[in-house]
């Protein structure tokens, strides 16, 4: 069984450049959640989508934005990126309906603000 | 005040010594509780999970939570040098929405 995928694994952007970064979830999940990780702050919750619906956000500021498909895959897009942005963004997906916390991580997009 | 707690590290153990990781959480009406372990330049994996108070044993994991405390642990035993990584203990809110903590970093040493 495929894992969560993520793409690109690593890129650089210059600051006010946006970024579009994707999520393949494992098959028959429904729920697709993005965290970003960064040395200072740890993991911190971005946004959650079901069914293409946004059930839940973080405390992000509206540059964050993401964004699900009708086969789950999911995209999350920063705009006007700054320096601070840089981090590793995790997706996870989940089969939902329990919720008890089992999610799945992919191994991340490495995003490099220059 | 963060919402969940953890001791960064990083901790450096012998091989076979019990390991002992511990987070403290602000947020009373939590009630799932989890312990993540993450590898270099990979993402984090759930290791166990436990509900409400009490302890979950899994081979040579266990988790503990203790609610009126707000405590959680996770005890690892006869530990070996491929359990070296970062442990995240985390709650659980809406939906799928995980706090997590910092996270403590393990070393396990020949």
């Known amino acids: 069984k495929a894992g969560v995928t993520q793409t690109p694994r690593y890129l650089i952007k210059t600051r006010g450049q946006q970024v579009t970064l994707s999520c393949s979830p494992i098959?028959?999940?429904?729920?697709v959640s993005w965290y970003q990780q960064t040395p200072g702050q740890g993991l911190q919750f971005l946004f959650e989508?079901?069914?293409?619906?946004?059930?839940n956000k973080g405390n992000f500021p509206g540059r964050f934005s993401g964004r699900q498909f009708s086969n789950s895959r999911s995209e999350m897009n920063v705009s006007t990126l700054e320096l601070g942005d840089s981090a590793l963004y995790l997706c996870?997906?989940?089969?939902?309906?329990?919720?008890?916390?089992?999610?799945?991580f992919g191994e991340g997009s490495r995003l490099t603000v220059l | 005040q963060k919402e969940v707690e953890q001791d960064p590290g990083p901790l450096s153990v012998p091989e076979g010594a019990i390991v002992s990781l511990n987070c403290t959480y602000s947020?009373?009406?939590?009630?799932?509780f989890m312990w993540y372990r993450q590898y270099s330049r990979k993402g984090p994996e759930l290791l166990m999970y436990?509900?409400?108070?009490g302890n979950k044993e899994d081979g040579r994991f266990t988790a503990q939570v203790d609610k009126s405390s707000k405590y959680i642990s996770l005890f690892i035993r006869d530990s070996q040098p491929s359990d070296s990584a970062t442990y995240l203990c985390?709650?659980?809110?809406?939906?799928?929405?995980?706090?997590f903590g910092t996270g403590t970093q393990l070393k396990v040493e020949l």
């Open positions: 996870a997906s989940s089969l939902d309906g329990d919720h008890t916390g089992e999610l799945f």
């Open positions: 098959s028959g999940h429904r729920s």
């Open positions: 989508y079901f069914s293409e619906t946004q059930r």
């Open positions: 947020n009373s009406a939590f009630q799932y």
């Open positions: 436990t509900y409400s108070s």
């Open positions: 985390a709650t659980l809110g809406g939906g799928n929405k995980l706090t």
